[in-house]
């Protein structure tokens, strides 16, 4: 006989197969009259971009902190406008920071400023967020991350779920059937979880007509995992 416990994140449908709970803080006791099987069962899908998901840092510097600021404050107002204009939505403006640049040679000490801004567009708007705010003064733009639509990770996930145990159950049914035990019972389910989507660095380009401009498309996709470990219970 073989024994094993409930791990915390279980499906009802295996919950149900496996028995009432017992007294002990809610933990359910899993017997298994055969063979036990375990098989690791995966799933993942490419969404279509909803949002292009972007993250910019401003600098500015000056003989002094106030002049340093008051720049990258005339900066940071332009900034501002550009990506209003684009629609950008979910704008996050960090708190300023400032640090003495030392003296080096002859070029005398400066302070510099910094401030980060953060928010999301649509895909159209990518070649004017490239090259429209990313070539301001001061702007340094960060990677550029595709994000699906949030109104379909639910549905998503159970999707994912499915295809993943419908994985480890054609594994674990087809190592049942060389030991000669097919009739497969699940026990017990632990899911990993998932991972963030895939970003894509986008970088400037020779300004020219002739050039074709940055396309959202050619970004990778949001993609989302799921990975699960099933036990069974084979007899």
Do not use: K, N
Request: proline share 9%; with cysteine; aromatic share 4%.
């Amino acid at each position: 006989m073989r024994r094993v416990f409930r791990l915390p994140f279980l499906l009802p449908l295996l919950l149900a197969a496996a028995g009432p709970a017992g007294p002990a803080r809610g933990q359910v006791q899993l017997r298994c009259e055969g063979t036990l099987l375990e098989a690791r069962g995966s799933a993942e899908r490419r969404q279509v971009a909803r949002w292009l998901r972007f993250s910019l840092g401003i600098e500015a510097d000056g003989s002094a902190a106030d002049t340093a600021l008051a720049s990258l404050q005339s900066r940071l107002a332009a900034v501002r406008s550009g990506l209003q204009a684009l629609g950008a939505e979910e704008l996050r403006v960090s708190s300023p920071q400032t640090w003495q640049r030392p003296a080096e040679g002859r070029r005398p000490g400066r302070v510099q400023a910094v401030v980060q801004v953060s928010g999301r567009v649509a895909p159209p708007r990518f070649q004017e967020l490239v090259r429209g705010v990313g070539s301001f003064a001061g702007v340094r733009l960060a990677p550029v991350t595709a994000e699906a639509d949030r109104a379909e990770a639910e549905t998503l996930r159970r999707d994912l779920l499915r295809a993943a145990y419908r994985d480890a159950l054609a594994q674990a049914a087809e190592v049942a059937a060389v030991v000669g035990r097919p009739q497969l019972s699940p026990l017990e389910l632990q899911l990993d979880g998932g991972s963030p989507p895939i970003a894509l660095r986008a970088a400037a380009a020779p300004a020219a007509d002739a050039v074709p401009p940055f396309d959202p498309a050619e970004l990778e996709p949001p993609l989302s995992r799921l990975s699960l470990l099933v036990r069974f219970c084979a007899r």
